[in-house]
Structure formats: C-alpha cells, structure tokens
C-alpha cells in the first residue's frame, strides 16, 4: 500500500488514511498523535479563522468544526478530493488546491502546518506564517525529530530531509513569537514488521519512563509546538 510516488508526491489518499494497517508502528503512532492534536485544534479554533497548510485529507482540519472560517490548503488534487468529503459539512471550509506558498491566504487565528516542515523550505514556510499572522495568532507546528531513531534511518535512506532539529524550527519563531507548549511522545525505532508485536510492549514502556524527561531530550517520533505571535 504505497501512498506516494517517488518524487514524494501525494497520489493515493485514501491509502494515505489507512496507513495505520501498514504496521503495529504506524497504527501506534497513529493512535497516540490523532487524537492528541485533534484536541488541541478544537480547544483552540472555536469562533477563529483558521488555516491548515498543507492540510492532506482535512483530518485535523475536522477538529475546528467550531471555527468561524477555515482555509483548507494542499498542493495534492488526491489528497484534497478526499479532503472535500470530509469537510462536507463544514460550510466554512474553503478548500484550495495551491502550494501554501501560492495560496497568498488573509490572516489568521490559528495556522496549522502538520507533517508540512520536511517536504518545504522550512524558512519559507516560516515567512509565510509570519505574513499571516498577527498578534495571538496561535500556530501549531508537528515536524520529524531527528532525535528519534526511526527519523534517523528514513533520513539516511529515503527522504534526506525527513527529520528537522528541534532548535532549527525554535530558533526561526524565536524573535517574533512565544512558545506556549511543547510535546513529544511516541518512542518509537524501527524493527522490522513481522516482529514489532514484540516492540510495542517495549515503546510503550519506553514513552511512559521517559515523558518527564522529553522536554530536556525529545526522544519521540514528532515534536510538537504551540507559538503564539508576540
Ligand atoms: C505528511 S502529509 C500531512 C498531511 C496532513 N497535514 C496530516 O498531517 O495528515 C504532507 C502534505 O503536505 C502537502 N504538501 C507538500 N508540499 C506542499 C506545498 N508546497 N504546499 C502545500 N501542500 C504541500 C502534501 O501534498 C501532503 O498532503
């Protein structure tokens, strides 16, 4: 079940939902991130404009179903034709099929940009959250960790890219913005599929002991950040 081709592309986005049924990994992963962020969406989109940059198949876009407008924005058509039927019933989608350096969007309350770091210039998409927001515009930010060790090995052998260090995002919204939370969880490594029943015991255990400690060294899969514009 691949959901990309190889120049990285979107192309299957029904696939793209279900890659949780590729592996114990990605179904844990899954299952411990969703929710988490679909939380903190709906706390912080009620009665906002909210914009999600590169937004996939709209399922975090789902959470701000209290919002007062949302921009919806992918450069993939698959991704987005997904993404319309999620967003059905939301009257206040606007969904826009532009890459988020194009899409010249107003300003917004909350700016989403999850999973989008590591497939664009990570400066460029800070210069455009910097255009569209303003002063308590909140941005929620999710990219690789390259402390982790499953981000390690897709670095070195697929995506050179796919993992961006913690202090390089932190250091681009230093000056202008405050960081309001951080989380990382998801302790994950890779083994191979036939034997990661044996692992998640092991995952699990590993996130609970070492949670306290994430904030001095984030071992988890993702990092996850809430700026506010000063
Ligand atoms: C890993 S997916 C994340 C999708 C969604 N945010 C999620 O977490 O489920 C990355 C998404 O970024 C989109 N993308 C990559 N480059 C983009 C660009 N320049 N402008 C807009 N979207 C882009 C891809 O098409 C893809 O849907």
Redesign the pocket.
């Known amino acids: 079940m691949f959901y990309q081709n190889k120049n990285f ?2 192309t299957d986005a029904r696939a793209y939902d279900r890659r949780g049924e590729l592996s114990i990994l990605e179904n844990y992963v899954l299952k411990l991130w969703q929710p988490f962020l679909k939380n903190k969406i709906a706390g912080l989109s009620g009665g906002k404009v909210v914009a ?6 709209g ?2 876009a789902q959470g701000a179903k209290n919002a007062k407008k949302i921009y919806a ?4 058509a698959p ?1 987005l034709k997904l993404c319309r039927e999620k967003l059905k019933d939301f009257p206040q989608a606007e969904i826009i099929q532009l ?3 194009e899409a010249n969007l107003p300003q917004a309350d909350l700016i989403i940009t ?3 770091w590591e ?2 210039n990570p400066k460029l998409l800070f210069k455009t959250i910097e255009k569209m927001s303003q002063k308590g515009s909140k941005i929620i930010v999710v990219f690789p960790n390259i402390y982790n060790d499953l981000n390690l090995v897709r670095s070195v052998f697929k995506m050179k890219r796919v993992a961006l260090r913690p202090g390089f995002i932190k250091k681009l919204f230093k000056a202008d913005f405050r960081l309001i939370e951080s989380a990382n969880f998801g302790m994950v490594s890779w083994v191979p599929k036939k034997l990661q029943f044996l692992a998640l015991p092991v995952w699990k255990f590993c996130d609970f002991i070492w949670r306290p400690f994430q904030k001095f060294l984030p071992l988890g899969i993702n990092i996850y950040y809430l700026f506010e514009r000063k």
Do not use: A, K, R
């Open positions: 592309e979107y999600d940059l590169g937004c996939g198949t399922e975090y924005v992918d450069i993939s991704m890459s988020v350096f999850i999973g989008v497939y664009v």
